[in-house]
């Protein structure tokens, strides 16, 4: 599976960007979608993830302010962000995971650069 992140930019804080991850190579529906993130001088750390059936769960940090999507068909997943604040300023990474009996798959998006300024 090959995962392009887009949609990241330079926003003022309290704007909105809506980054999405698009696979070719293999179908979405049977990977759970995550994003992470990693500001500068930072450990990279979850955002959000979506399971093949569509549930979703957030970090703290960004819980009612992000939105997490995926649309299946078009091997899209998405990720709404509203509200943004100088401290969500990062590289954004969407990864997929699957695990087929004891074998794990794992990929990795290139990342896209959110930057919001104060």
């Known amino acids: 599976v090959q995962l392009q992140a887009s949609g990241g930019g330079l926003v003022q804080s309290g704007g909105s960007l809506r980054l999405s991850c698009l696979a070719s190579?293999?179908?979405?529906?049977?990977?759970?979608i995550r994003w992470f993130r990693q500001a500068p001088g930072k450990e990279r750390e979850g955002v959000a993830c979506i399971s093949f059936d569509h549930h979703t769960e957030y970090a703290d940090s960004v819980k009612g302010r992000f939105i997490m999507s995926r649309d299946n068909a078009r091997d899209t997943v998405s990720l709404q962000m509203n509200s943004l604040k100088p401290e969500d300023t990062a590289v954004y990474y969407c990864n997929a995971a699957t695990k087929l009996g004891p074998a794990l798959y794992d990929y990795w998006g290139q990342g896209t650069l959110v930057t919001v300024s104060s």
């Open positions: 190579g293999s179908a979405l529906d049977l990977y759970a």
